[in-house]
């Protein structure tokens, strides 16, 4: 095959190491990488791009001749589609990771070149190809497999077992193709009864501001950042899970972190909470002394058995969700159920029950099935501990700082504090 050679930098280019413009018309995207447009997704060869330039020196690199082994696709056409066309529809695949595979399916298969001219990866177990490397997107789904193998030595339980072993997989829309048609395919060859991915649920890309992340650019937040923030770490995962881009890309901001933050985990979630156990925490009379009170005849009672029926439709419509891979729809329902105990109290507030009825949400075993009965949710003479907010709010001081501090890339930020 032709590959890329900078002979400035002599040696040939990885991937990584090349940038020119998208072929595929109507992208018009001058940052493409020499393997994959991250703006339309399509997967490339570094000498598909126009106008390439070495990122090392900035320097043209020439074309030159290299041997190189190839995943023969085409010979795996009918196997792959068989598994395809059955497991998208059993395991619900998300409809972006079907559009994807399809897309790559009406193309046609094309044999797909496994191997590199670099000195670091994993090294090609043949005295031709000794001085190569494989592509990191054949080896790394490999890494899958052999993880699990240092874990424990009855990996084959796991992957070799696809009578009784369901594999997900979770991964932005750009990974695609790695994972429904390359992986399977390599497994699908060796003729052995491999565990193949089931569902596979894709996220479209999540936008930073008026930007993209890019770890290669270092924009946006990433781990460290957001470890920095003192922000604790469920708020950022209710906030990137309510956010979660699953059918069209979805945009990171400050003020709707801030937004969904104070108005939904702290005054819905945070609020229900606090609310519930301040109430058992005071004294006897106004309250039950932080002791969980028994609810003798609460499924008679007609606001809680309205909130039982209520709260038990939310929990089956959770848990198929949660099935679906439907994270989203899932976190959404959960803080649904917030939002009815939440209404359960005030009614009841309003009509002074609260002590009189003896109501509360308690269960002796805790097992879903009694989501009709949310009185028994935590057993009766349990002390509770000193009832605290969960979360404090993020005020528009801090949010205007964090979208300074985080502004630019690592680079830009780097600098000014120098």
Request: net charge neutral; with cysteine; hydrophobic share 35%.
């Amino acid at each position: 095959m032709q590959q890329l050679y900078c002979e400035s930098c002599q040696r040939f280019l990885a991937d990584r190491f090349v940038v020119g413009s998208c072929p595929t018309e109507g992208c018009y995207n001058d940052f493409a990488r020499g393997d994959q447009c991250e703006k339309c997704g399509k997967l490339l060869n570094s000498t598909d791009l126009v106008d390439p330039k070495c990122k090392v020196c900035g320097v043209t690199p020439c074309v030159r001749d290299t041997d190189h082994l190839f995943l023969e696709l085409p010979q795996l056409r009918e196997k792959l589609e068989k598994y395809i066309d059955e497991t998208s529809v059993a395991g619900s695949w998300s409809q972006n990771a079907i559009h994807i595979t399809d897309s790559w399916l009406k193309e046609g298969l094309k044999p797909r070149c496994i191997t590199r001219d670099l000195k670091w990866g994993v090294p090609v177990p043949h005295e031709k190809y000794k001085d190569k490397v494989f592509y990191v997107w054949f080896d790394a789904p490999i890494g899958y497999i052999s993880i699990t193998a240092c874990y424990t030595p009855e990996w084959e339980k796991w992957w070799k077992n696809p009578e009784n072993v369901e594999l997900y997989q979770f991964m932005g829309k750009d990974n695609v193709p790695f994972h429904t048609v390359m992986f399977p395919s390599a497994l699908l060859g060796t003729g052995e009864n491999w565990t193949l991915m089931k569902t596979i649920s894709v996220t479209e890309y999540l936008k930073y501001e008026s930007g993209k992340f890019s770890k290669t650019r270092g924009i946006g937040v990433f781990g460290n950042d957001a470890k920095a923030t003192n922000i604790p770490a469920d708020v950022w995962r209710y906030y990137l899970l309510s956010n979660r881009p699953e059918a069209s890309d979805a945009v990171f901001t400050w003020t709707d972190l801030q937004a969904k933050f104070n108005n939904e985990l702290i005054n819905n979630l945070g609020n229900f909470v606090n609310r519930v156990l301040s109430f058992i925490a005071k004294p006897e009379g106004a309250g039950y002394s932080s002791i969980i009170p028994d609810a003798p005849n609460a499924d008679s009672h007609p606001l809680s058995q309205s909130l039982a029926e209520t709260v038990g439709k939310l929990v089956e419509q959770y848990i198929d969700a949660m099935d679906k891979v439907k994270l989203k729809q899932g976190l959404k329902i959960a803080m649904a159920i917030s939002s009815e105990g939440n209404a359960y109290l005030q009614v009841l507030q309003q009509l002074n029950l609260c002590t009189k009825a003896q109501i509360s949400f308690c269960d002796e075993k805790r097992e879903i099935a009694k989501a009709n009965r949310t009185w028994d949710l935590v057993p009766a003479n349990h002390k509770i501990g000193k009832p605290v907010p969960l979360f404090k709010a993020l005020d528009n001081d801090a949010v205007a700082r964090f979208r300074e501090v985080f502004a630019g890339s690592q680079a830009e930020r780097n600098a000014r504090v120098s």
